[in-house]
């Protein structure tokens, strides 16, 4: 279950940069702050389990 939140989490990470960098380069901004919520959000979840 964790692997498959992380996979999911990552996926969808690579398509908000992915649209980020080619049509608005101001989302890079969002897509770095968004990187590090998931970071933390990661963090959490794997100390809870």
Same mark, same amino acid.
């Given at each position: 279950?964790?692997?498959? @939140?992380? #996979? /999911?989490? #990552?996926? $969808?990470? %690579? =398509?908000? =940069?992915?649209?980020?960098? %080619?049509?608005?380069?101001?989302?890079?901004? $969002?897509?770095? /702050?968004?990187?590090? @919520?998931?970071? @933390?959000? #990661?963090?959490?979840? #794997?100390? =809870?389990?």
């Amino acid at each position: 279950m964790k692997n498959q @939140v992380i #996979l /999911l989490v #990552l996926s $969808f990470y %690579k =398509k908000i =940069k992915n649209k980020s960098t %080619k049509k608005h380069p101001n989302l890079g901004c $969002f897509s770095l /702050l968004y990187k590090n @919520v998931v970071i @933390v959000y #990661l963090a959490y979840y #794997l100390k =809870k389990q």
